[in-house]
């Protein structure tokens, strides 16, 4: 099956830093990748969805400063954490869409734990 | 806009036993996909099953089934044969059918589900 990797797993910054989270689809080409976000024993809230080549579309309430998504190629997408704060910390976790548009076609990384010191 | 409802935030089960885990959505789509995903400790999200829809029959994965009521916007899980390694958090999803990206999932509040040797 298709497969979704994210770097890096876990990342400690200090309060006031950028920390940049990649997404890589690894033997397919994601038209498509998605950003949640989930804290412990909670549901995934998706924060923004991003196309290959264009701007990514934000959820309500996601600061799209904060939050920099760029999906430069069909294969990788970035969030950038800007000026991270304590509240920041939480588990991010991709996905990605092959192109088709299947209703199975979301696949996930295996997400990065953030925490701000 | 779509709503996902799990009721059950959690359950346990006895090795071996069946185990039933529910979910109710709404929508005024026609055209949809329903998913349960699982989330071991691991938190890599697995993808259970699938269901289409327009599909009367119901969707069957080895230990896995599903009860889809389309009129009752219902769409339970069952796990028979309980295993060990079935614990995990499980999240009811449901996407938007129809174009060339199927797009955004939209979550349940999840299930923690333990099974018990």
């Known amino acids: 099956g298709a497969v979704v990797s994210q770097h890096p797993s876990r990342v400690i910054c200090k309060s006031g830093t950028s920390v940049k989270i990649e997404c890589r689809s690894l033997?397919?080409?994601?038209?498509?990748m998605f950003w949640y976000r989930q804290f412990p024993k909670q549901s995934l809230m998706l924060m923004a969805t991003?196309?290959?080549?264009?701007?990514?579309?934000?959820e309500q309430g996601v600061e799209k400063d904060k939050f920099l998504i760029n999906h430069a190629s069909l294969t990788l997408s970035t969030l950038t954490v800007t000026s991270a704060h304590p509240e920041d910390s939480s588990f991010y976790i991709c996905s990605a869409e092959t192109s088709g548009g299947r209703g199975d076609t979301q696949y996930f990384g295996p997400g990065t734990r953030l925490t701000v010191l | 806009a779509q709503t996902v409802t799990q009721s059950q935030p959690e359950m346990s089960v006895q090795e071996a036993e069946t185990v039933t885990l529910s979910c109710t959505y709404d929508?005024?789509?026609?055209?949809?996909?329903l998913f349960w995903y699982k989330q071991p400790p691991s938190r890599q999200m697995i993808l259970v099953i699938r269901q289409e829809a327009y599909k009367q029959q119901n969707a069957t994965e080895n230990r896995f089934s599903v009860n889809f009521q389309k009129a009752a916007k219902s769409f339970s899980l069952k796990i028979s044969d309980s295993q060990l390694g079935d614990t995990a958090m499980y999240f009811c999803a449901f996407v938007k059918g129809g174009g060339t990206s199927y797009g955004k999932l939209t979550f349940g509040q999840g299930t923690i589900l333990t099974v018990h040797p």
């Open positions: 991003s196309n290959e080549g264009s701007k990514a579309t934000y």
């Open positions: 929508t005024s789509e026609n055209n949809y996909y």
């Open positions: 033997d397919f080409q994601a038209t498509t």
